[in-house]
C-alpha cells in the first residue's frame, strides 16, 4: 500500500505580518510555485514566500479538515501553533528537503 503524504502549511512573508495557510500534495513544489508568483494572487501581492509551519497528514481529507479549522482561528493561535514547532520563525524549505530525500 501506498504511503500518501499531504500537507498542512503557513507561509508569511518578510516582516511576518501576513499568515497564508494552504493544503498540498507535494510541499516542495508548492513552497516554489508561491516563490515564483504562481501559488496564489494573495500570496503574489503579498510577497508571501516563507515556509514557517508544516504539518503531515496521510489522508486529504483530514489535511483538508485542520485547513478548514485553522483558517477560522485568530491570529494570536496560529501563531501559537507557528511558534510551537518553530519559535524562531525560520524557513523550514531546507529541512524538508533534507527530510523528503
Do not use: C
Request: net charge positive; glycine share 4%; proline share 1%.
Amino acid at each position: 500500500m501506498k504511503n500518501y503524504a499531504f500537507w498542512l502549511y503557513i507561509m508569511t512573508n518578510m516582516s511576518h505580518r501576513v499568515l497564508y495557510t494552504g493544503v498540498t500534495n507535494d510541499i516542495l513544489r508548492r513552497v516554489h510555485e508561491h516563490r515564483e508568483g504562481k501559488g496564489s494572487a494573495f500570496t503574489t501581492k503579498y510577497k508571501v514566500d516563507k515556509l514557517v509551519y508544516v504539518e503531515r497528514f496521510q489522508y486529504i481529507d483530514k489535511a483538508i479538515q485542520k485547513e478548514t479549522q485553522v483558517k477560522t482561528w485568530q491570529r494570536a493561535w496560529k501563531v501559537e501553533m507557528i511558534e510551537t514547532l518553530n519559535p524562531g520563525w525560520e524557513d523550514l524549505t531546507s529541512t524538508l528537503l533534507t527530510e523528503t530525500r
